[in-house]
């Protein structure tokens, strides 16, 4: 599994670049007027992790070395983007093969930043950009199915259940919800975007925007995805400083750590994504796997050496190695423990991999 890949949608002047640079660092155009992004971005932003650096200070690592997370920021959808209006739509085809979807929705105010439809609706806007991802699906539905139309009459069982998958597919896109909730299998090679876990990104400002993000919790909660409030212009702007001055940043508003970091966390958590680390003096490192995989899955994100020659895992959880102090004094404890391929890995699980070369 390479490192997981988000897509950024939303309304021009959303704050989706501003997203992307406050993830990224990749300093992207961003301007008031609506559709500045022309071009899609493409960046790679850290998955912070706190845990990281306490387990580096513990083995006197030379390097930390967190997860990534591909990010790719399109231009602005606005109504009937599906039908040619605004740039939009022209560049879904850049986020079909992302793993997950991240909608930002602006509850910021600010007279100097144009809003599309004239003034802020948050659910409104919600609604707008998901009817025009929903016409880009029902589109390549369609032309899925033409194709299997016809070798479904020839009577090819395959087909005709991918044609009935299609029909119930439209069905539930026609009612207005998500392809993701239709409950069926989704051909492999559709992409819908409808499909993709989604996070709503509510993007505030300094009031905190309460209703608005209260009213997109509620959208959110009934459809069985994430929600999390950011002021992306300020995460932005804490980006461009140096540490040490982020740390004071972060006092003086009060925060304890990036509201990014909660996105990244909620990314992994609507994929099923779990990190797992592995720390010495070289470097102390997160690995991603799914919930649910195994040691021997595990060591083969490190190494495909490590899972054909696995023989055994030393595995510990993180606070209890920091409980002990070192390796060798939670040994002594007895809180390492030594488990074969088929141990499920948990979140914040520190492995150390014995295998034969
Ligand atoms: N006041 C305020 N302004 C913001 C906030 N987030 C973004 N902006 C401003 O809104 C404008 C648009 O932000 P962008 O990040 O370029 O928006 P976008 O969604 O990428 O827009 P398009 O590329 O046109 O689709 C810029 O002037 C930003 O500085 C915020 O939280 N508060
Ligand atoms: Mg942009």
């Not at 009817?131 to 589109?139: G, N, Q, R, T, Y």
């Not at 074969?340 to 034969?356: A, E």
Request: charged residues 25%.
């Amino acid at each position: 599994m390479s490192s997981l890949e988000v897509g950024l949608v939303g309304l021009p002047n959303s704050g989706k670049s501003t997203v992307f640079n406050a993830l990224t660092g990749a300093g992207a155009a961003v301007a008031p007027h609506l559709f500045s992004t022309v071009e899609t971005n493409h960046g790679e932003a850290d998955v912070r992790d706190s845990r990281l650096a306490d387990l580096a200070r513990l083995s006197a690592s030379a390097r930390i070395v967190p997860a990534t997370l591909r990010v790719v920021d399109i231009a602005g959808l606005v109504r009937g983007a599906s039908h040619g209006e605004g740039l939009g739509n022209q560049f879904l085809g850049q986020i079909r093969t992302t793993d997950a979807v991240i909608h930002v929705v602006r509850a910021f105010r600010d007279e100097t930043v144009a809003h599309p439809g004239g003034s802020v609706d948050s659910v409104g806007d919600v609604e707008t950009v998901e009817l025009e991802l929903a016409f880009a699906d029902l589109a390549a539905i369609e032309r899925r199915h033409e194709r299997v139309a016809k070798t479904a009459k020839s009577g090819d069982r395959d087909a005709v259940a991918e044609a009935e998958a299609l029909e119930a597919l439209r069905g539930t896109l026609e009612a207005g919800r998500p392809a993701r909730s239709a409950g069926v299998a989704i051909p492999a090679t559709l992409d819908l975007l409808t499909a993709k876990p989604t996070l709503y990104l509510v993007n505030v400002d300094d009031s905190g925007n309460a209703a608005d993000v209260a009213a997109v919790e509620a959208f959110a909660g009934e459809r069985g995805a994430a929600c999390v409030a950011v002021n992306a212009k300020i995460e932005a702007e804490l980006r461009e400083l140096p540490e040490d001055e982020a740390g004071a940043f972060l006092d003086d508003l009060g925060i304890e750590s990036p509201a990014l970091d909660r996105v990244t966390l909620a990314a992994y958590a609507l994929l099923d994504l779990i990190p797992f680390f592995t720390t010495g003096p070289k470097e102390t490192r997160a690995w991603t796997i799914r919930r649910g995989q195994n040691a021997q899955t595990a060591a083969g994100r490190i190494h495909t050496d490590l899972a054909r020659g696995f023989i055994r895992a030393e595995v510990i959880e993180w606070d209890r190695l920091l409980e002990a102090g070192s390796e060798v004094e939670a040994k002594r404890r007895g809180w390492v423990r030594v488990e074969g391929r088929d141990y499920t890995v948990s979140d914040g699980d520190v492995l150390n991999v014995r295998f034969n070369v």
